[in-house]
Structures are given as structure tokens and as C-alpha cells.
């Protein structure tokens, strides 16, 4: 077995190796009227486990007039678009 006879205060006080650093970049968007305008008409949902996406289409189409589109976005999540703001 290896055993380290260094003292605590050595170890702290050694020379670590650098650490490489990521290169983080930063995304910067500046929102239109219109993609606000679009986000006050939608809204985003989660579908239970479980439910047929084509028969939720369907039946939000059928009982909501005002529903425009329905976008399934993937695993368990939708946003449905209406014609106008919701209130």
C-alpha cells in the first residue's frame, strides 16, 4: 500500500497542475414585437404518459375555435398557438 508522508499544510501549499478551462459563449438574442406577440398567444403544456398525440391534436383542434396550431416538442411537452392573447 501507498502511503503519502507529506504534511497537510505541504499539500494544500504544492504546486497544482492547471486546469483547463472551457470557452464558454454566450447567445444573445433581442426579441421582436412580433415573437412576443406570438408568445402571449401560446402556450406550452405537458402531455401525460401514455396519451396519443395525433387524438390530443384532434380533440384541442375540435373543442378550441381559436386554437391556430399544435406543436408536439418532443418527449412529453406541445405548445398550442391561439388566433389572438390569451386573457
Known amino acids: 500500500m501507498f502511503r503519502d508522508n507529506r504534511f497537510?499544510?505541504?499539500?494544500?501549499?504544492s504546486t497544482k497542475p492547471q486546469m483547463a478551462t472551457k470557452e464558454r459563449r454566450m447567445v444573445h438574442?433581442?426579441?421582436?414585437?412580433e415573437d412576443t406577440e406570438w408568445?402571449?398567444?401560446s402556450l406550452v403544456g405537458n402531455i401525460l404518459p401514455n396519451v396519443d398525440v395525433a387524438t390530443l391534436e384532434a380533440t384541442v383542434f375540435k373543442s378550441i375555435d381559436k386554437a391556430v396550431s399544435f406543436r408536439f416538442l418532443g418527449v412529453s411537452q406541445m405548445i398550442i398557438t391561439f388566433m389572438n392573447?390569451?386573457?
Not at 8 to 13: N, S, V, Y
Not at 29 to 33: I, L, M, P, R
Open 85 to 87: 392573447e390569451l386573457v
Open 8 to 13: 497537510f499544510t505541504e499539500i494544500l501549499t
Open 29 to 33: 438574442y433581442g426579441s421582436t414585437d
Open 39 to 41: 408568445l402571449y398567444r
